[in-house]
């Protein structure tokens, strides 16, 4: 059986540094400029102790024309990333429209999100306390990184969670799937002398004399 690629969209509003996070974590690389993304994709296999999880990282536009292109992703997705920049209040607060928007075109189906406040480095600029954002991340339920793409703070330990996740997720609804295992040798002779009463009881119908 083929191996399962994992897809991890990375979520937020335009110039928060998606694509500097995506680029550091696969390519080892940072790029000061700025270039507004319409959409790209990298390819990665992230070990989780024994395990190797491959994912296929979908870096989205932020800019508000794009929508309908990310709703796409928001249906597909396997995991999501959720950053906004410490520097820009608007950001942070934009979060929770992107989430209601992946969880309203998800509905009923279990969805796996760790959030990101990118650019921990820009501290005299910052906008968004850490206590704020990680109250809210508690609030939802989801692992919270404070991230620098620019330093590499918590970039591999950022995308190394939810490779976690998905894999925990996975492993869950394997062991919740009823086992096709061969059936033990106890549930063997059960199955034997039921069938073995059955066929007592047909003989002893044939044998019985009818008065009338």
Known sequence: M????????????GSVG????CLLFVKGEFNIEYNPTIEDSYSIDVKVGDQTVKMSIIDTAGQEEYISLREQYYIKGDGFVLVYSIDNKN??????NHRD??????????TIMVMAGN??????QRQIPNEEAKKL??????????TSAQ?????TELFNSIASELLKSSQEETAATPSTAAPSQTQQESQ??????????KEKKKGKCILF
């Open 137 to 146: 991340a508690e609030e939802w339920k989801i692992p919270f990184f404070e």
């Open 101 to 110: 928007s992946i969880l309203g075109l998800r509905t009923g189906r279990k």
């Open 18 to 21: 998606k694509s500097a996070l």
């Open 192 to 201: 034997s002398n039921s069938e073995d009463n059955k066929k007592s009881k």
């Open 151 to 155: 330093n590499n703070i918590n970039v």
């Open 119 to 124: 650019k921990c480095d820009l501290e005299e």
């Open 91 to 96: 950001s942070f607060h934009a979060l929770k």
């Open 2 to 13: 083929t191996e399962k690629t994992y897809q991890v969209v990375v979520i937020g509003e």
